[in-house]
């Protein structure tokens, strides 16, 4: 699902990310784009909490371990379970 798809909550928690997504390439964007949905936008019962795992360390891995202190942890709480 491409990011104009995703619901206005999980548009907020991404576009708040104190990262440049610019500087990647288009491909790269369209990958954490992907590890995202996939490792914040499923549900345990969607998905298996490996795969979960797996898609969140590659989405941090692609943008830089710091940002995951500064993720709006309680933002994506309310968005996965309002």
């Known amino acids: ?16 990310l104190p990262v440049d997504f ?13 590890m995202f949905e996939e490792g914040f936008m499923h549900y345990h019962g969607e ?5 979960i795992s797996f898609a969140r360390e590659e989405f941090w891995d ?6 995951e202190d500064t993720f709006d942890w309680e933002a994506w709480r309310e968005a996965m379970y309002p």
Do not use: C, R, V
């Not at 699902?1 to 708040?16: G, K, L, S, V």
């Not at 998905?47 to 795969?51: A, G, L, R, T």
């Open 22 to 34: 610019d500087e990647l390439s288009p491909s790269e964007q369209e990958y954490a784009e992907y």
């Open 1 to 16: 699902m491409a990011y104009e798809d995703w619901p206005e909550e999980f548009q907020e928690i991404w576009d708040e």
């Open 47 to 51: 998905m298996s909490p490996e795969d």
């Open 62 to 67: 692609m943008i830089g371990e710091e940002f």
